[in-house]
Structures are given as C-alpha cells and as structure tokens.
C-alpha cells in the first residue's frame, strides 16, 4: 500500500498578539492551508496531518544563523540573542533551553519545538518517521536562495523580491511583478495601489519555511545544513541555477 504524500509545513514566528503564521503545501507546491495564531492553532494542524515534515523559523539556535550569513547581520534580535550565546551550554542533540528575560514569542518558540515533539515529531533527519521537525529560518533561507541579502521585508520590493524568487522555486504564487503593472500617476497622486497582489511578510516567511520543508521531504540533496550534529542544524534551500534570460 503506498505511503500518504508528505504534506510540508512551514511556521515563522514574530512579536504579536499571533505570534505563529503557518503554511501548508502538498508534493506538488499547491498551497493547502495558511493562518496565523498561537502554538494551540500550530500543533492542531500539525496533529491532524499523517504524515509531515514541519520547518519551523525561529532563532533557537542565534549562532548557527549568524553562521549562515555572517556578513548581513540578518537575525539582529537584540541583545538578549548576544546574552543567550554567552549563557547557555547544551548537550549533544538538545535544544538550548531559553534564558530568562526572552520575549514572550522566542518562549513560544521554544515551548512550540518541545510540544512538537511531544506529539511525535522527530528531528530531522529521520528515515522512517511520518512526523518530522527541522529548525530553518526564513531571513537566512531567503538570502540563500536568492544568493545577495534581500532587500528590508518592511518594504514593498522586500516582499515582491521574496515572492518572486518563492515563485522561481515552484511555489504557485501570483506573480509579484503584475504590482508594478498597476501603478499609474493618478493612482500615486490619490494613494490608490494593489498591494493585496503582493503577499503579508508574515506569509512570505511562512511559505520560505514550507519549502525548506518540501526539500527536506522530497529533495533532501537541495538543502545546505548549518552547523554540525553535536551542536544541531539549521536547514535552508540552496540557491537555483541561474534560468536562462
């Protein structure tokens, strides 16, 4: 009897009162799901799936990022990130467990990893397992995909870049360039413009996830670890061959 398809689940976190924004996408990168909310409405869905590879984005691990893309300061979090590298020690295999003093969301984070594998997902990588975690993070997936730092994610092109190079990978997203298609004299003069064509940031690191997740269930050889196994990893997707112009 044939195994149920991997579903590919990706979760970024952020401050907010929903700190958790969710994506789901089936073998073929159709999207089936996306949602913001609290780990209640993250570890629902991932229960209710058969079988899963869950990427989650949060800085569990701060060194292995800067590690990733030590030239971009990509994850500048504060200065309780610097304070939890000079704290924390950790056993082969095991999260760091989060120091004192971390916003709420980051212990959201760390309680959402440890709930996960209550409910029978294990670290990736795992041969036999239905249920899979890996730890990724979307800043530092995104620039490795796109292979330059992307641009601010608070901004317009921020997001349409993102999107774009999320299309470029498969994913059956609108295409982001239709937005400038839109702009007018007379809609800028009145602050008329479209930008529901351009996917929430939130969303956009939500769905970077997801593919590092798909990756990791379907072309494992596509993904770069960071880090070694006595210290854990951070997955991220490699950058596409440049597509002929």
């Not at 984070?109 to 397992?129: D, K, M, R």
Request: with cysteine; hydrophobic share 40%.
């Amino acid at each position: 009897m044939p195994k149920v398809p991997w579903i590919a689940i990706g979760v970024a976190t952020a401050p907010g009162r929903k700190p958790f924004t969710y994506a789901a996408l089936d073998s073929d990168l159709r999207q089936l799901a996306i949602g913001a909310g609290s780990a209640v409405d993250v570890l629902s869905f991932a229960l209710g799936q058969t079988r899963a590879v869950l990427a989650l984005s949060a800085p569990l691990r701060p060194h292995l990022v800067h590690r990733a893309n030590p030239e971009s300061g990509l994850v500048n979090l504060g200065s309780y990130l610097r304070q939890m590298e000079l704290e924390l020690t950790r056993e082969p295999d095991q999260l760091r467990p989060p120091p004192a003093g971390l916003p709420s969301w980051l212990h959201a984070a760390y309680g959402l990893a440890e709930q996960l594998e209550s409910l029978g997902y294990v670290p990736y990588p795992h041969e036999s397992a239905d249920r899979i975690w890996l730890e990724t993070q979307s800043q530092a997936a995104l620039h490795s995909m796109l292979g330059i730092e992307p641009f601010d994610g608070a901004s317009i092109e921020g997001r349409i870049q993102r999107q774009l190079v999320l299309r470029d990978f498969g994913l059956d997203l609108p295409d982001a360039m239709d937005f400038y298609e839109e702009i007018t004299r007379y809609r800028l003069l009145h602050g008329v413009l479209h930008t529901e064509m351009v996917l929430p940031l939130d969303e956009l690191n939500a769905l970077a996830a997801a593919l590092t997740a798909h990756l990791a269930a379907h072309e494992p050889d596509r993904l770069t670890g960071v880090g070694h196994s006595d210290e854990g990893c951070i997955y991220l997707p490699q950058k596409e061959i440049e597509k002929a112009r």
